[in-house]
């Protein structure tokens, strides 16, 4: 493959990706999640500290 065609293949790859994050992102909030993804981390977080200390 040459350099312009990794560089494209990589740039639609880039593109899905944020398309895909922006979708779940939007997910999140709707389902509750005011931040999004930040709130679904910070939540995921905080169950693992609490699933240790138990």
Not at 9 to 16: I, M
Not at 31 to 48: D, M, N, V, Y
């Amino acid at each position: 493959m040459r350099k312009n065609s990794k560089l494209a293949a990589l740039e639609s790859k880039v593109d899905h990706l944020e398309t895909e994050l922006t979708y779940i992102h939007t997910l999140l909030v709707k389902c509750g999640f005011p931040e999004g993804i930040q709130t679904l981390k910070t939540t995921a977080e905080e169950l693992i500290s609490e699933m240790a200390v138990e």
